[in-house]
């Protein structure tokens, strides 16, 4: 049986891809492109002269059947997307899912990827972060995406957003997290006219007021530890026992709920144990 190559092309600049890459692109019998527009471009210029067919999310139910066909066929197949990595908030993924589920090799060939191009070179912490891909147009889901996301900080986060969209973006991410909060703006990476916009949210809210951005936006931000409610430690430990939690689930809920940490709620149940005992002596 053939091979699914999910092979990484440019995000730009047509220098940023393997040689690797393009060996498999010339060896391969088609080609899988989210546009096959701009994959001829690719591939003319680095002298490919493989097929092409189009797989994108308004063919792909019909055109994974066909692929997958041909896998079995022992044609191998290579996966492109637009630019980056195949996979990544495209629907590339169901094509891979169908290959494992037929028993199909799939093998990475890895390259550029704007998540961590941004991430590279934005300055913030990386030790951990979350891509959480494009916010939702519309605004009342988006704050609540923002909601959800600031409750998962202290985090540095990845986001997609259109340049369209984006000042809407970031007045919601103000109210929701905060102005004081890092943020990148990286426009254009690896292209022409690439700029990364660093500062706060509201740093760069008011630049952006002055012009318009446009091409590709990649949004890195921070989200801080989220601010959260003061509680009365025992009182809400003698509740819970009240309750009939045992010493053990109370402190595991106090911890898990609050953020406290485990062995400050243990500490302090066990105080109101001693209290009790006390008490009743």
Same mark, same amino acid.
């Given at each position: 049986?053939?091979?699914?190559?999910?092979?990484?092309?440019?995000?730009?600049?047509?220098?940023?891809?393997?040689?690797?890459?393009?060996?498999?692109?010339?060896?391969?019998?088609?080609?899988?492109?989210?546009?096959?527009?701009?994959?001829?471009?690719?591939?003319?210029?680095?002298?490919?002269?493989?097929?092409?067919?189009?797989?994108?999310?308004?063919?792909?139910?019909?055109?994974?059947?066909?692929?997958?066909?041909?896998?079995?066929?022992?044609?191998?197949?290579?996966?492109?997307?637009?630019?980056?990595?195949?996979?990544?908030?495209?629907?590339?993924?169901?094509?891979?899912?169908?290959?494992?589920?037929?028993?199909?090799?799939?093998?990475?060939?890895?390259?550029?990827?704007?998540?961590?191009?941004?991430?590279?070179?934005?300055?913030?912490?990386?030790?951990?972060?979350?891509?959480?891909?494009?916010?939702?147009?519309?605004?009342?889901?988006?704050?609540?995406?923002? =909601?959800? /996301?600031?409750? #998962?900080?202290?985090?540095?986060? %990845?986001?997609?957003? &259109?340049?369209? *969209?984006? !000042?809407? $973006?970031?007045?919601?991410?103000?109210?929701?997290?905060?102005?004081?909060?890092?943020?990148?703006?990286?426009?254009?990476?690896?292209?022409?006219?690439?700029?990364?916009?660093?500062?706060?949210?509201?740093?760069?809210?008011?630049?952006?007021?002055?012009?318009?951005?446009?091409?590709?936006?990649?949004?890195?931000?921070?989200?801080?530890?989220?601010?959260?409610?003061?509680?009365?430690?025992?009182?809400?430990?003698?509740?819970?026992?009240? =309750?009939? /939690?045992?010493? #053990?689930?109370?402190?595991?809920? %106090?911890?898990?709920? &609050?953020?406290? *940490?485990? !062995?400050? $709620?243990?500490?302090?149940?066990?105080?109101?144990?001693?209290?009790?005992?006390?008490?009743?002596?």
């Amino acid at each position: 049986m053939a091979t699914l190559y999910v092979v990484a092309t440019p995000i730009g600049n047509m220098e940023d891809i393997t040689f690797r890459a393009i060996r498999v692109l010339k060896e391969v019998h088609l080609i899988a492109a989210e546009d096959t527009r701009w994959t001829r471009k690719l591939l003319a210029h680095y002298g490919v002269s493989t097929p092409t067919t189009s797989y994108h999310e308004h063919n792909e139910e019909e055109k994974a059947a066909y692929l997958i066909a041909r896998l079995k066929e022992g044609k191998d197949v290579a996966l492109v997307t637009d630019a980056g990595t195949p996979g990544i908030s495209d629907p590339g993924y169901r094509l891979v899912r169908l290959a494992v589920k037929e028993g199909i090799t799939v093998c990475a060939v890895p390259g550029p990827s704007a998540i961590i191009a941004a991430l590279s070179v934005s300055g913030l912490p990386t030790d951990s972060f979350l891509f959480a891909g494009f916010l939702p147009h519309k605004r009342a889901a988006r704050r609540r995406r923002l =909601e959800e /996301l600031k409750n #998962k900080g202290p985090i540095t986060c %990845v986001l997609y957003e &259109s340049p369209r *969209r984006l !000042k809407a $973006a970031l007045e919601d991410m103000l109210d929701v997290l905060g102005g004081s909060t890092e943020l990148v703006v990286a426009r254009e990476l690896t292209k022409l006219h690439e700029e990364l916009i660093r500062g706060t949210i509201e740093s760069i809210l008011g630049e952006l007021e002055k012009r318009e951005l446009r091409g590709e936006v990649t949004l890195v931000v921070r989200i801080p530890e989220p601010v959260r409610p003061q509680l009365n430690l025992k009182e809400e430990l003698r509740e819970l026992m009240k =309750e009939g /939690l045992s010493l #053990k689930e109370a402190v595991d809920r %106090v911890s898990r709920v &609050s953020g406290i *940490r485990r !062995k400050d $709620a243990y500490r302090a149940a066990l105080e109101i144990k001693r209290e009790t005992k006390e008490g009743g002596t």
